[in-house]
């Protein structure tokens, strides 16, 4: 038994908004923040430090951590391999204390993208300043992205990570970009990886070829198997470019249940599942995005049985049919769906419906002042979402009226 331990980087927050045609509010995005630390996940990729629209939404999250709201995850921006980039970020986010620097690695994207202006050498060149930047601006973790890792010939990808833990780097971010890799080629390089450099190992993995899960958590077990720890990047319900990340939830409990791993890799105990439902369930609303009916633990049929030979097993030994039980999830509560009168509040909305949706939320006023200040606040938030606001998002503004504010507060 390893005493290695893997732990969940989530990334819903930068990955999962790049998603074309997809994208979250400040407000959602904080919200998601906030459920993945009462999941227990050890780290959040919660956004971009140099890009400018960001800059409230991080410094306020930042703020919420040093509040306790978001008590034991860690904040992680990330940026580009470059110092300047390492520098923009520090002005624009004081206090950042995790960042993660990205740069390519394949020869494909050497050769595609700086078109002739790079060689690996002035990769590794540009990587190591970055890192090197980052420690003597006070940043406590260092990641560093090897972005096409999975097309990047080994020997070079070994010179990268050596060199990055030469420089003072915290992991390695083994990218697999597109999707190329089968569980059998990321085991073998990740654990190669792993044993030849001895740095920890972080999997980034795509679904193009609908292998995401399957590539990380093969990628864990090598780094493991390799004498290091190992993290996983996952997004909320797989969301993320083209085909999608790795989802969080089926990497839980492919780790948890699978029986290569069950007993034999360990998860972070801080791990919470009974919060993956209501984490699954917001993140669909968010982002727009309906949970597939055949969705790992989530969707409508994760738990359904019809044939008589499923359902008559099922009722007679849950283990027959259930790999796992739903009451770990979070799910099993009825679902109440008002059929009368509804009462909603947002960017038009008055007082006196406003008070009547917090009094639902059990949430009192000292007054009628302190009511209007709340209601200006849920106004923006609704011009933001272009959503009605659910429940979670009206007690955070209530709990947090600064807070909100500042992340509502967006100067061009």
């Given at each position: 038994?390893?005493?290695?331990?893997?732990?969940?980087?989530?990334?819903?927050?930068?990955?999962?908004?790049?998603?074309?045609?997809?994208?979250?509010?400040?407000?959602?995005?904080?919200?998601?923040?906030?459920?993945?630390?009462?999941?227990g996940i050890f780290q959040s990729e919660f956004g971009f430090p140099t890009t400018h629209h960001e800059a409230n939404y991080l410094k306020t999250n930042l703020e919420l951590a040093r509040m306790g709201v978001i008590s034991s995850m860690r904040l992680e921006g990330w940026l580009r391999a470059v110092v300047g980039d390492v520098e923009r970020a520090l002005e624009a986010v004081p206090g950042l204390d995790h960042v993660n620097v990205s740069i390519s690695t394949s020869d494909q994207m050497i050769q595609g993208k700086f078109q002739g202006r790079m060689t690996i050498d002035d990769v590794i060149k540009s990587m190591g300043e970055a890192v090197d930047r980052a420690k003597s601006l006070g940043i406590k973790t260092v990641g560093v992205n090897a972005e096409d890792a999975s097309r990047t010939g080994v020997n070079h990808l070994i010179r990268f990570a050596a060199a990055a833990k030469e420089h003072g780097a915290t992991r390695i971010r083994y990218c697999d970009t597109l999707g190329f890799d089968d569980p059998f080629t990321i085991y073998d390089r990740v654990n190669r990886l792993a044993r030849e450099v001895g740095l920890p190992v972080e999997t980034h993995c795509h679904n193009d070829l609908g292998m995401a899960v399957a590539c990380s958590v093969a990628g864990a077990k090598g780094a493991i198997d390799g004498g290091v720890d190992a993290y996983v990047n996952t997004t909320v319900n797989g969301i993320g470019e083209r085909a999608g990340n790795a989802d969080l939830l089926s990497i839980i409990l492919a780790i948890k249940h699978s029986a290569g791993f069950e007993h034999k890799y360990f998860l972070d105990e801080r791990i919470d599942l009974s919060k993956s439902w209501s984490m699954a369930k917001y993140a669909s609303y968010a982002f727009g995005v309906r949970i597939p009916v055949s969705q790992v633990g989530v969707g409508d049929n994760a738990f359904a049985h019809e044939s008589g030979i499923h359902a008559d097993g099922a009722l007679k030994e849950r283990r027959n049919y259930e790999l796992f039980d739903f009451e770990e999830l979070g799910r099993g509560e009825p679902k109440v769906i008002e059929t009368g009168r509804t009462i909603t509040t947002g960017s038009y909305g008055g007082i006196k419906g406003f008070?009547?949706?917090?009094?639902?939320?059990?949430?009192?006023?000292?007054?009628?002042?302190?009511?209007?200040?709340?209601?200006?606040?849920?106004?923006?938030?609704?011009?933001?979402?272009?959503?009605?606001?659910?429940?979670?998002?009206?007690?955070?503004?209530?709990?947090?009226?600064?807070?909100?504010?500042?992340?509502?507060?967006l100067v061009p």
């Open positions: 038994m390893s005493e290695n331990r893997i732990y969940i980087l989530d990334v819903t927050n930068r990955d999962g908004v790049q998603t074309s045609r997809l994208g979250l509010s400040k407000l959602e995005k904080t919200i998601i923040n906030i459920k993945l630390n009462e999941m008070r009547n949706v917090y009094d639902k939320l059990e949430i009192e006023f000292d007054n009628d002042e302190e009511a209007r200040k709340i209601l200006d606040l849920v106004r923006y938030a609704n011009v933001t979402t272009q959503k009605p606001l659910v429940a979670d998002e009206l007690r955070f503004i209530a709990s947090y009226p600064e807070q909100a504010r500042k992340i509502l507060t």
